[in-house]
C-alpha cells in the first residue's frame, strides 16, 4: 500500500483526492491545505482521512511514502524540496516549477534519494492524446510536419502567471510527448490588457532543426472557448476538438504532394482530399491514468508517461518564450 498526502485542496486537489482514492494499492492518509474550510470540506465527503494545515508534520510522518503538490505553482519547488528531502515521492501539478533552475535541482534531488519526481500532465493520459501517439508511431499519418493547437477562453485572469504558464503546459507536454525531436528556438509575442505585466493573450512558436513547426494560441480573452489541436502529416491530418463530447479525433485523409516539373522548371503542388475517419475512443477519465501510472512507477520502478523530462522540457519553452515575449519577440534559443 503507498501513502499520499495531498497538499492543497483548492479547485484542483478533489480530482486528485477523488482519483487517488480509487486507484489500486494506493491510500489517501492526509489532505493538506492551509485554510480551514477546504479541510472541513474534505472530513465531510471522506470521514476517514486525516487533515491538516500543519505541513511540517508531513515530512516527518514516516507513514506518507509520496507527496501530491496541488498548490500554486510559485509553491511548488519549494515544497517539492522539502518533500524529497525528507525521503517522500513527489507528483507536482503541472506547470512543474517557476523556472528551469528549480525544476533540474528537484530531478538531481530526486535522483540522489532514488524517489519519484512525476508531474501531472494529465493531457498525455486521455484516450485522444494515445491516439495521435499511436497514428504517429504506426506511420499512418507519414512525415508529421506540423502541430498548431488554440486554447482559448474567457479565462479567470490570474495574478501571478501569464496564460500561456497557466493554460500551454498541456499543449506543450502534448507536443513533447508526441514529437521525439529536440526543438532549437522559440518566439513568442503576447499583450497585457490589464497593463499589470501579465499576458492575457499570446502567440508561441516552436521551431525545430528540420521542417517541423509548432504554433499555440492561448488567451483568457476569447468569448467562444476553442480546445482544438491539428497534427498535419504529408499522408494524413488529425484535428482534436475536446470541446466534442465523444468524436474528440478526426482523421483526413487529406494532404498534399509536392514535385518538379523539369520541362518547364516549377514545382507543382497535387492536392488529394479523402474521406474523414473518426475513431472510437475509449472512455476514461486521464487523471486515473495518471494516478495508476504514478503509483505504477513508485511500486516496480518503471519510468512514468508524464515524467520528470516531461515536466523540464515543457518549462524550458516556457521560460523561452517568456523572454521572447518581454524583448518583442526575439528568437530565443533552447
Ligand atoms: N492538471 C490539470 O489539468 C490542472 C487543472 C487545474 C489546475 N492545475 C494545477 O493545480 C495547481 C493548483 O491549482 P488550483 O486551481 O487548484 O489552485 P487553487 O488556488 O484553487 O488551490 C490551491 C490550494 O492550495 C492551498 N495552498 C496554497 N499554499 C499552500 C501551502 N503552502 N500548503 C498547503 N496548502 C496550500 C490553498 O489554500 C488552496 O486551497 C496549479 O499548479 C495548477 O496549475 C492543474
Redesign the pocket.
Known amino acids: 500500500m503507498i501513502n499520499c498526502a495531498i497538499?492543497?485542496?483548492?479547485?484542483?486537489?478533489p480530482n486528485l483526492v477523488r482519483n487517488f482514492a480509487a486507484t489500486p494499492n494506493t491510500s489517501v492518509h492526509t489532505v493538506?491545505?492551509?485554510?480551514p474550510e477546504?479541510l472541513a470540506l474534505v472530513s465531510r465527503v471522506y470521514p476517514n482521512i486525516n487533515v491538516t494545515s500543519d505541513?511540517d508534520s508531513i515530512w516527518s510522518n514516516e507513514e506518507i511514502d509520496a507527496v501530491i503538490i496541488?498548490?500554486?505553482?510559485f509553491?511548488?519547488y519549494d515544497?517539492a524540496k522539502k518533500a524529497l528531502q525528507a525521503g517522500k515521492h513527489v507528483l507536482l501539478?503541472?506547470?512543474m516549477t517557476d523556472t528551469v533552475a528549480h525544476a533540474e535541482e528537484l530531478i538531481s534531488l530526486a535522483n540522489q534519494h532514488g524517489k519519484v519526481l512525476m508531474v501531472?500532465h494529465?493531457f498525455l493520459y486521455t484516450s485522444a492524446v494515445q491516439k495521435m501517439k499511436s497514428l504517429i508511431e504506426s506511420g499512418e499519418l507519414g512525415d508529421v510536419k506540423y502541430f498548431d493547437s488554440t486554447r482559448i477562453n474567457l479565462g479567470l485572469i490570474q495574478q501571478d502567471v501569464n496564460v500561456l504558464w497557466?493554460l500551454a503546459p498541456?499543449d506543450i507536454s502534448i507536443l513533447d510527448y508526441l514529437i521525439p525531436a529536440k526543438p532549437v528556438s522559440v518566439q513568442a509575442t503576447g499583450v497585457s490588457h490589464i497593463h499589470n505585466g501579465i499576458e492575457n493573450i499570446a502567440y508561441l512558436t516552436v521551431k525545430y532543426a528540420h521542417d517541423f513547426i509548432a504554433h499555440f494560441h492561448c488567451s483568457w480573452s476569447s468569448p467562444v472557448k476553442i480546445r482544438m489541436m491539428l497534427l498535419g502529416g504529408d499522408k494524413k491530418m488529425v484535428v482534436f476538438n475536446d470541446m466534442e463530447p465523444t468524436e474528440k479525433i478526426r482523421i483526413y485523409d487529406t494532404a498534399h504532394t509536392v514535385s518538379t516539373d523539369e520541362e518547364k522548371q516549377r514545382i507543382l503542388v497535387d492536392y488529394r482530399v479523402g474521406d474523414v475517419f473518426i475513431p472510437k475512443l475509449e472512455i476514461k477519465e486521464a487523471l486515473g491514468g495518471m494516478a495508476k501510472d504514478f503509483i505504477q512507477s513508485i511500486m516496480t520502478g518503471s519510468k512514468p508517461i508524464a515524467s520528470y523530462d516531461s515536466g523540464l522540457n515543457t518549462i524550458r519553452i516556457l521560460e523561452a518564450a517568456q523572454i521572447s515575449i518581454k524583448e518583442q519577440g526575439r528568437e530565443v534559443s533552447l
Not at 497538499?7 to 486537489?13: A, Q, S, V
Not at 496541488?70 to 505553482?73: F, G, N
Open positions: 497538499i492543497g485542496y483548492g479547485y484542483w486537489g493538506v491545505d492551509l485554510r477546504r505541513i496541488a498548490t500554486p505553482v509553491t511548488h515544497l501539478e503541472k506547470p501531472d494529465t497557466d498541456h
